[in-house]
């Protein structure tokens, strides 16, 4: 789990300075996505595991993203060829930001998942 000062630090630094910071992506493994996506009722398969990378690479280069609209454009860019956004919520139907970043074993962007938005409480 990502320490919050180091997080807090990371964001008021350069990108290239982060990842010094953020040195718990170390402890993430693919075994433990492949369980935390059983329990999500996903079967992991290369798809899968290609776009938790990009999302990994993506968070080791830049920091934490200050939201997740500058994320999922980076997705849908990578994944044009694929579909783009509509292949990653085929992959991800929780969202490819909030439940990859989840079993990518990354904090989602803020904002991300406000239980109030478009739901019944």
């Known amino acids: 789990m990502l320490d ?3 997080l807090v630090m990371a964001e008021n630094m350069a990108p290239c300075d982060a990842d010094a ?6 402890n993430w493994s693919e075994d433990m996505a492949r369980v935390q ?3 999500e009722g996903i079967d992991l398969t290369e798809e899968h595991l290609d776009v938790i ?5 993506h968070f080791a280069e830049c920091g934490p993203a200050q939201n997740a609209r500058s994320i999922l454009r980076v997705l849908e860019e990578t994944y ?8 990653l919520y085929t992959l991800f139907p929780r969202g490819p930001i909030t ?6 074993g ?3 962007p803020s904002g991300n ?3 109030s938005f478009g739901s019944v409480h």
């Open 21 to 26: 910071y953020l040195n718990d992506l170390e």
């Open 106 to 108: 990354l904090p989602t």
């Open 80 to 87: 044009q060829d694929q579909g783009g956004r509509k292949y």
């Open 53 to 57: 990378c990009t999302l990994r690479d």
């Open 37 to 39: 996506a059983a329990q």
């Open 113 to 115: 998942a406000d239980p």
């Open 99 to 104: 439940q990859g970043c989840r079993l990518a």
């Open 4 to 6: 919050i000062n180091k």
